[in-house]
């Protein structure tokens, strides 16, 4: 099933992009800043920023978004109409399990007005009322410090680090894992075990 839904912030909404959103996909990549560090990493897959890699993006998206290996939520400024970012759902594992890993990313030349923070709450409210997850999961690299900060800022817990555990950069690298259960936020969980294929 191709799944999205659309939660409004106070400053921000978070929605699938679709192909009315090709001239603000386009600016938000060419208008962003040099990168900040190694994980500020919003544009380095496109080579260029035609119609034709935009609309092969959304058919990923969509394929991404029926199996869940990637539910990808758009930022947009609801003043100002700009795509500033994603957030995203990855990995969905169902089962006995309900849990997933979340991805932000922010376009450089919009850190530090707290947008990053709002769109995750945000995706919280969906990971867990609409996707009906029980868990997410943030996977991050140990000097990555901007990003360890916002996890703590949002009330993720550590929960230690896995050794090795991602192909980065031609590495395996490890990962501290951060996680919030819907209960952390008293959100009771509502969702259906599914089956495990034997
Ligand atoms: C990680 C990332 C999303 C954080 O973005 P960010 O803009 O720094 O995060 P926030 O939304 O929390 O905003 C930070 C600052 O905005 C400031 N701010 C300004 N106006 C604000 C407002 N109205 N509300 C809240 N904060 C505000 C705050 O001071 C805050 O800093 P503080 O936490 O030190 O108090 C961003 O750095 C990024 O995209 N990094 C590259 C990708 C990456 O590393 N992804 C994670 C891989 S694991």
């Known amino acids: 099933m191709d799944t999205t839904y659309t939660i409004k912030t106070s400053r921000l909404i978070l929605r699938a992009l679709n192909e009315n959103d090709y001239d603000i996909w386009k600016e938000a990549h060419l208008t962003m800043l040099a990168p900040k560090n190694k994980w500020d990493v919003a544009n380095s897959q496109f080579t ?4 034709s890699d935009f609309k092969k993006i959304l058919r990923v998206n969509s394929l991404n978004r029926k199996n869940e290996s990637f539910i990808d939520y758009a930022i947009i400024d609801k003043k100002t109409k700009k795509y500033i970012g994603r957030v995203s ?3 969905c594992i169902r089962s006995v399990t309900q849990s997933s890993f979340i991805g932000y990313v922010l376009f450089n030349n919009y850190w530090g007005h707290g947008f990053a923070a709002e769109a995750m709450n945000g995706l919280f409210q969906l990971a867990f009322k609409k996707h009906k997850l029980h868990r997410v999961v943030a996977g991050i690299e140990p000097e990555n410090l ?31 894992q951060f996680a919030l259960t819907s209960d952390d936020l008293n959100i009771k969980w509502k969702g259906q075990i599914t089956q495990r294929r034997t």
């Open 48 to 51: 260029n920023f035609s119609k």
């Open 89 to 91: 759902l990855m990995n």
């Open 146 to 176: 901007r990003s360890i900060k916002f996890a703590k800022k949002l009330g993720m817990r550590k929960e230690g680090v896995s050794k090795r555990v991602v192909l980065l950069r031609g590495q395996w690298r490890d990962l501290v």
